[in-house]
């Protein structure tokens, strides 16, 4: 099994849809990251939560939230979804022990149309 | 914003050769790491490199750092097919890490 799992692993909605995508993770690191991936854009921070009880903004957040239910689990979702919210998402994890590396899930491609 | 800036933005080699990448950056890091991301999939960590370091190596691997510039180097000895995939520097402060929008390598076998 991967360290980290993102489901679904392709999704297509239709715009204004409710959607989730979820992360869990089994590496034991306390810190979970929501990134979201651009052709010519790199990735770029949506959300980050350095324990269960912490959730912070990242560079571009409007139109997302994030639940951490768990230690292992961080999900993001997209209340109203917009087309331009197509992309590449990805789930990472890391130590709390500094510096880190992160551990990267195999991402969510999903499509608003 | 992003932090790093990668350059090239696309490099292509003969099996073999070595690769060079830069990344520059603007503002202080504690640490600044390279990923590699094969298509569509999630990134792989690479290498890191803290602040007060100026080089590192791992495998065919060697980093180089100079603050004082802020930039970085990552060089691939003796590239292989295998290498082929985009390639992303990021800057680590204030607990985040920021990356570039990666550079695409291509090694012809």
């Known amino acids: 099994d991967a360290d980290v799992t993102q489901t679904p692993r392709n999704r297509i909605t239709k715009t204004g849809k409710r959607i989730m995508l979820e992360c869990s993770q089994t590496?034991?690191?306390?810190?979970m990251y929501w990134y979201r991936q651009d052709p010519g854009l790199g990735l770029r921070l949506i959300y980050y939560?350095?324990?269960?009880?912490?959730?912070n903004k990242g560079e571009i957040s409007d139109g997302y939230s994030v639940s951490r239910q768990a230690q292992a689990k961080f999900s993001l979702s997209l209340e109203s979804a917009i087309p331009n919210q197509t992309a590449l998402y990805f789930c990472?994890?890391?130590?709390?022990?500094?510096?880190?590396?992160?551990?990267f899930g195999s991402g969510t491609r999903l499509t608003v149309v | 914003s992003q932090q790093g800036e990668e350059d090239p933005q696309a490099l292509s080699i003969q099996e073999g050769e070595n690769a060079t990448m830069n990344c520059s950056y603007k503002?202080?890091?504690?640490?600044l790491q390279w990923y590699r991301q094969n298509s569509g999939r999630g990134l792989v960590h690479l290498i890191l490199?803290?602040?007060?370091?100026r080089e590192k190596h791992s495998g065919r691997l060697r980093v180089t750092l100079d603050t004082s510039k802020k930039s970085s180097s990552l060089l691939i000895t003796a590239s292989r097919a295998a290498d082929t995939a985009s390639y992303f520097c990021?800057?680590?402060?204030?607990?985040?890490?920021?990356f570039g929008k990666g550079i695409t390598l291509s090694v012809r076998p």
């Open positions: 490199i803290r602040s007060n370091e």
């Open positions: 990472a994890t890391s130590e709390s022990e500094q510096p880190y590396g992160y551990t």
């Open positions: 590496k034991g690191h306390d810190r």
């Open positions: 939560s350095f324990d269960v009880k912490d959730i």
């Open positions: 990021a800057t680590g402060a204030n607990s985040k890490l920021t």
């Open positions: 503002t202080s890091i504690n640490n």
